[in-house]
């Protein structure tokens, strides 16, 4: 059986808020804590993002029940339980709803059932619900319940004035323990890897020792593979009698091609034995087959913008936005999870993508964390609904490389990037990553590096020097995360590859099944990134990856020591500044040759390609 990949955001989510403290040297205070007092951080920073998500959903549920009191003021009692009956088939964690119209002679009318577990307290507190709308005041229980089976009751009056008419219901919150357990993982509070399903090897990133992990900040610089795969790269390319007599010498399970380069599985050879077999074969390389996991004008009136979206006035979007406000045209590739494409924040924004994982599936969310990403680039702007993206027209291809548990090998990562790059994309998200080195995916990055993409990836979430890659790698744009305060956040990665810092804690974003949610992660801050790449891409196409990134490193607000640091790289991205010093040299005089020949030649590519 072919195994896949099993954790989460190793690399990239990992973001969380800093301590406002700084040494003399100008090195942020949070490098480097006792493991201990890391973890508290850590899991300090997890109950906030829990608490938020829990007000985003309070506050998401309490205007959907005040736009659905328009359409039940005017309805029959048929009217009403239809339109219950489809509130309740699109907001599914709406376990009950309940009409009250103190004129209606046939008394409540109601949509779904009060859950067993907790009836009793559920049925007093729908009680006091009614007889505070009654009074034209609106109702929020505290939560009630544990686990997956927490809820809270909510009433909305039709008319404070009067009272006359009310919408109270029963909201089940079990997006909190979800939120909770996936964030746990993401910010490493748990050792990696706990799930027992995989067969996969926990080692140090340089040497490939065994690395025991039974603590998270063991996890730091730890890299983790497919005990029985090993990804070889060949010189030439082998015949089918090599290839035969290979399957032969490993007792192969499965073969899989990319190029010259494959991965092997063996049924009872490791991948150190395999690495050993494999140097008689003349190969350029061969290495394990690491594991990657996942490491979010006017004001918009997006309903939840102006309360949770710190981020945003953060690096000077709004006023960004009349310089560009994005294009079709540039497509950004976000290779994670997979995207929730029937989300209302995201509907229209999104193309068709692939899912790596399973080739017979769409390319949908089975985690939170591409969904989460994606809405932090092109979450619907002004539609009056939810959050606000940083773009307004740039569309999404969602590239599942990560399944259910959040984790991908490097093949699936590879071969996502591939795809991604044939298909059109013009800007790649990873927030995701690993500590090893891989050659295998970092000729993927150099197939699509080499074909003018933008390749931006979070730094990791460990608070380490240690390199985590695909970030790492030269050709990709590396970012750290900072807080609310501009100060590096306390988990995210530095060193000399970080390119620039963007906002990485407590981000609201979509998150699958019409919810909305807040997480923390440098996986959070790369997407801001990416938009304001895929921004630049749209105000001047002809600019090349290269003088993408450069023009985001050259505008960037400096923080920490001065210039170039390793906490913060060039500095805080800057919105309204990357886009007019783009829209600024498109109009140079002296540049008119360059963009004479470069619009000729993509003129030239897409006739040849038509």
């Known amino acids: 059986m072919w195994k896949k990949a099993a954790a989460v955001s190793a690399v990239a989510l990992c973001v969380l808020f800093l301590f406002a403290t700084f040494y003399p040297s100008g090195s942020p205070d949070s490098v480097k804590h006792s493991p201990e007092k890391e973890l508290a951080v850590k899991q300090s920073m997890l109950q906030r993002d829990v608490e938020t998500t829990e007000e985003l959903c309070r506050s998401q549920c309490s205007m959907d029940f005040k736009q659905a009191l328009h359409q039940l003021n005017i309805g029959t009692p048929g009217h009403v339980k239809s339109v219950l009956d489809e509130m309740r088939n699109q907001h599914d964690h709406m376990e009950y709803l309940q009409w009250n119209d103190a004129n209606a002679a046939n008394g409540a009318v109601t949509s779904g059932q009060v859950p067993d577990s907790v009836k009793d307290r559920a049925e007093q507190l729908l009680e006091e619900a009614k007889q505070a709308t009654q009074a034209g005041k609106p109702y929020q229980s505290p939560k009630i319940g544990e686990g997956e089976q927490q809820y809270i009751v909510m009433g909305e009056p039709s008319d404070t004035a009067t009272g006359k008419s009310a919408l109270i219901g029963i909201i089940h919150e079990d997006l909190l323990h979800k939120v909770a357990i996936d964030q746990r993982k993401n910010l490493r509070l748990v050792p990696y890897p706990s799930d027992k399903r995989w067969k996969i090897e926990s080692v140090d990133s340089k040497t490939l020792r065994d690395v025991k992990v039974d603590h998270p900040e063991d996890n730091e610089g730890t890299s983790h593979y497919h005990v029985n795969q090993i990804v070889v790269k060949f010189r030439q390319q082998p015949s089918e009698a090599d290839l035969a007599r290979i399957r032969s010498d490993i007792a192969a399970n499965r073969v899989e091609k990319s190029g010259y380069t494959y991965v092997f599985e063996s049924s009872h050879l490791e991948a150190k034995q395999l690495m050993d077999y494999f140097q008689k074969w003349n190969v350029e390389f061969a290495e394990p087959h690491f594991l990657y996991m996942t490491n979010e004008a006017v004001e918009p009136n997006d309903r939840l913008y102006a309360k949770y979206q710190w981020n945003l006035p953060a690096i000077e979007t709004i006023p960004g936005w009349d310089v560009s406000r994005g294009s079709e045209d540039v497509i950004v590739a976000v290779v994670d999870t997979g995207v929730d494409v029937n989300h209302p924040d995201l509907k229209g924004r999104t193309i068709a993508g692939v899912n790596i994982v399973n080739k017979d599936a769409p390319a949908l969310d089975d985690v939170g964390h591409g969904t989460h990403v994606a809405g932090i680039i092109s979450a619907l702007v002004n539609n009056g609904e939810g959050v606000a993206g940083i773009s307004w027209y740039n569309n999404i291809m969602p590239v599942k490389v990560l399944d259910e548990t959040g984790a991908g090998s490097t093949y699936s990562v590879a071969q996502g990037i591939i795809w991604a790059a044939d298909h059109g994309a013009k800007v790649i998200n990873m927030s995701l990553g690993n500590y090893a080195e891989s050659k295998f995916l970092h000729e993927a990055i150099r197939y699509a590096y080499d074909r003018d993409i933008v390749l931006i990836a979070a730094s990791g979430n460990d608070n380490t020097e240690r390199?985590?890659?695909?970030?790492?790698?030269?050709?990709?744009?590396?970012?750290?995360?900072?807080?609310?305060?501009?100060?590096?956040?306390?988990?995210?990665?530095?060193?000399?590859?970080?390119?620039?810092?963007?906002?990485?804690?407590?981000?609201?974003?979509?998150?699958?099944?019409?919810?909305?949610?807040?997480?923390?992660?440098?996986?959070?801050?790369?997407?801001?990134?990416?938009?304001?790449?895929?921004?630049?891409?749209?105000?001047?196409?002809?600019?090349?990856?290269?003088?993408?990134?450069?023009?985001?490193?050259?505008?960037?607000?400096?923080?920490?020591?001065?210039?170039?640091?390793?906490?913060?790289?060039?500095?805080q991205i800057d919105i309204v500044k990357a886009l007019s010093q783009a829209a600024q040299s498109r109009s140079s005089l002296s540049l008119w040759p360059q963009w004479f020949d470069r619009e000729a030649e993509q003129l030239g590519r897409k006739y040849k390609e038509e």
Do not use: C, W
Not at 492 to 506: E, H, K, L, R, T
Not at 513 to 526: C, E, I, P, R, V
């Open 467 to 571: 390199p985590g890659y695909p970030a790492a790698y030269p050709e990709v744009f590396a970012v750290a995360a900072t807080d609310a305060n501009k100060q590096k956040a306390s988990f995210s990665n530095y060193g000399n590859y970080i390119d620039v810092a963007a906002p990485g804690v407590n981000i609201a974003s979509t998150y699958p099944d019409n919810h909305y949610a807040a997480l923390s992660g440098t996986s959070m801050a790369s997407p801001h990134v990416t938009a304001l790449a895929a921004l630049i891409r749209s105000v001047n196409p002809l600019l090349t990856n290269e003088e993408v990134m450069d023009v985001m490193r050259k505008t960037a607000i400096d923080l920490g020591a001065k210039g170039k640091d390793n906490y913060y790289g060039y500095g």
